[in-house]
């Protein structure tokens, strides 16, 4: 393994005066040493990355970096400004800068020590060093490591004595459990963790922190997250696996807010906990997949649990476009009328004072961006499953789909075949001189090819057939069948409110929507309908019947009725939490009434979202409504009901339990 850095690549006097110039300046010595191919082309990259988010940290540190193809060996370069140069730190110019410099497909030994870097940036007495030197060689060595620090006997010190300082005092410290992650997941996503941890030692409290960042996450162990009083996401890119945290108290911030005040967010989250506020953790949410090509905690996890995280992935990604693009046709037919459909290309004919051109350009653009559902559906899974490589041959196997007339389900197929073989091909190795060609060019040529091949000559054709039964189904779905079926989504959707079973039946209704039918269109109506069951039932309980709920169960049920009526299951997460042996029970019921009178009605539904802010554009609205609000009364009425008689019974514990301190039951819920 190549060193990272070595004395020609520190400039101790650099005197450049812009960001610009400084990336430039370090960069031309790495191009010096044959680590950079291509000059321009990389620091286009630098200024790609710079554009995200500017890289100054406070302490008067400047980290520009990026991953690029014009990178043939991971790398760092280090410069010392005496003027001080501006890279958006809040605190002032740095004077000390780190351009790292990584290929697309830099090995996780690599990039472990470039975190390694990130963390000691840390410590005071590693940069005081830095600001000391005087000879490069001397300090290249100190940023490789081989000089000796005391941060290792200083860390043991503070974890020695921390948790005998707790047990004095008799009491567990209280537990964080965090996650950070920035867009390049080099430098931020692994100073951030070291920050915090840091600020936990000081505090007294048990910091615990996943990293997510480019060589791959190790997922926390669940009894540790169970264990959490609290929880801080500081991310600029979406966190992973978001439902392993529901339940929890929330601090969600940006990585940099991680880096520079670790104290306030602890305080935060203490805060936070001490008030009983839990987190609505929702995503076409139940994960958005380990999202690293292999090395990933999701890799160990049981098959059916990595196969929904992958279907999730794809899924959460193509709700947007469902959602833009079902609303725009919903709109169109509300102007123009269910013909409207039918109408000539705005392009050729559009006017403008005609009502009925603008509802044929809102239904154009509206399938244009249906015509997208199906490829991002596929890109996305197979992005869930192998990251950024798998994109080009999901997307391509999507396509594919539609022109087979495998519809939603060849778009699962061919995400899942494209995740596959780009994970196949990533475990066969490579000699080093190739790595960096694989993520753009091999692995995208060579999955695309197989993958379209299995779509067109293959397994094409027989989904296609099955997509054309499945569709009859549901359009020949009536009378008693209809009923039974909205029965059981309404059951799944209220079992678990945002979790697994809620998921399926959502991700099933959102696919109906990728090829619309009458009968796909009830579905994804009874569905919604369902889902906003729970929060409205819990909000109208927390009014009608106040004293059968704590202070904060009160607070949390006037934020209800907004979380209900948005479409937001999870709204009642802090209820079931609680109390799940009333509450799950209770709002099943009510979901099940629900889907049942909605199908029942033939209401239909083409937005994804949007609860009762889409009434206007749904079929058969009043009956719809109808159909909510029988389910919240059903679901409300056993939840008082059961608490009632809990209430009543002889037991001094569910007394106190249902009218005394928010306190014990904050800890329950958490």
């Not at 004395?7 to 010595?29: F, I």
């Not at 370069?77 to 830099?106: K, N, T, V, Y």
């Not at 075949?417 to 990533?426: D, E, F, P, Y």
Request: net charge negative; aromatic share 6%.
């Amino acid at each position: 393994m190549s060193e990272l850095i070595t004395a020609e690549l520190v400039d101790l006097d650099l005197s450049a005066t812009t960001k610009d110039a400084a990336a430039r300046s370090l960069a031309e010595r790495m191009v010096a040493a044959h680590r950079v191919t291509d000059l321009d082309g990389f620091l286009a990259d630098v200024a790609a990355r710079e554009a995200q988010m500017p890289t100054g940290l406070d302490g008067g540190i400047g980290i520009p970096h990026c991953r690029s193809e014009h990178v043939n060996a991971p790398t760092l370069a280090f410069g010392r400004s005496a003027a001080g140069i501006d890279f958006g730190a809040a605190d002032g110019p740095a004077d000390l800068i780190f351009l790292i410099a990584a290929p697309a497909g830099a090995d996780d030994d690599h990039l472990t020590i470039l975190s390694g870097l990130a963390r000691r940036l840390m410590d005071p007495e590693f940069t005081a060093a830095l600001r000391a030197g005087t000879d490069p060689a001397a300090v290249a060595a100190l940023i490789r490591g081989e000089e000796p620090t005391e941060e290792p006997a200083e860390e043991e010190a503070g974890e020695g004595t921390e948790p005998e300082t707790a047990e004095a005092a008799g009491s567990a410290p209280f537990r964080i459990v965090a996650v950070t992650s920035c867009p390049t997941g080099i430098a931020h996503t692994y100073m951030a963790a070291e920050s915090l941890a840091a600020a936990g030692r000081a505090e007294g409290v048990e910091v615990t922190v996943e990293t997510q960042g480019s060589g791959g996450f190790e997922k926390l162990d669940p009894a540790v997250i169970a264990a959490a009083d609290a929880v801080i996401w500081a991310h600029d890119v979406e966190v992973r696996e978001k439902a392993r945290f529901r339940n929890k108290p929330l601090v969600d911030v940006g990585v940099k807010a991680g880096i520079n005040r670790p104290a306030e967010l602890i305080a935060e989250a203490r805060r936070k906990a001490e008030r009983g506020e839990i987190a609505a953790v929702s995503e076409a949410d139940g994960g958005s997949g380990s999202g690293d090509g292999g090395g990933s905690g999701a890799d160990h996890a049981h098959f059916g649990v990595r196969l929904r995280t992958y279907l999730m992935s794809g899924v959460s990604y193509m709700v947007p476009f469902v959602a833009a693009g079902g609303l725009l046709i919903a709109l169109s037919f509300a102007i123009g009328g269910y013909e409207i459909a039918s109408a000539k290309s705005v392009a050729d004919h559009f006017v403008w004072g005609e009502a009925d051109s603008w509802a044929a350009l809102l239904n154009q653009i509206g399938s244009a961006a249906f015509a997208f559902l199906v490829p991002v559906l596929a890109g996305y899974i197979a992005y869930g499953m192998a990251d950024r490589p798998a994109l080009v041959p999901g997307f391509v196997g999507g396509s594919i789909a539609l022109t087979v007339n495998a519809g939603f389900l060849g778009g699962l197929v061919a995400g899942l075949l494209a995740g596959a073989v780009v994970m196949a091909i990533q475990r066969v190795p490579v000699h080093a001189t190739l790595r960096g060609i694989m993520p753009v060019l091999v692995i995208p040529l060579i999955a695309s090819a197989f993958v379209g091949f299995l779509m067109f000559i293959v397994v094409g054709k027989p989904i296609a057939s099955l997509q054309n039964a499945l569709t009859d189904w549901l359009n020949g779905l009536s009378g008693s069948n209809a009923v039974i079926l909205g029965v059981v989504l309404g059951l799944m959707m209220c079992f678990d409110m945002g979790g697994p079973l809620n998921k399926v039946a959502y991700a099933f209704a959102v696919g109906g929507l990728a090829d619309p039918t009458d009968g796909s269109l009830k579905v994804m109506a009874a569905v919604m309908a369902a889902g906003m069951v729970p929060p409205l039932a819990m909000a109208l309980a927390t009014t009608v019947r106040k004293k059968l709920f704590t202070k904060t169960e009160r607070e949390n049920g006037r934020a209800a009725w907004v979380l209900g009526a948005s479409f937001i299951t999870e709204g009642a997460i802090p209820f079931a939490a609680a109390d799940p042996l009333r509450v799950i029970p209770s709002v099943m019921a009510g979901g099940a009434v629900t889907g049942a009178l909605s199908m029942a009605f033939g209401a239909t539904l083409r937005a994804p979202h949007g609860g009762v802010f889409v009434v206007p554009l749904i079929g058969e609205p009043f009956l719809y409504l109808l159909a909510i609000a029988a389910g919240t009364l059903v679901a409300t009425a056993l939840v008082v009901l059961l608490k009632g008689a809990r209430r009543a019974a002889p037991d001094a514990a569910g007394e106190a339990g249902a009218t005394g301190s928010d306190d014990s039951r904050v800890t329950v819920a958490a």
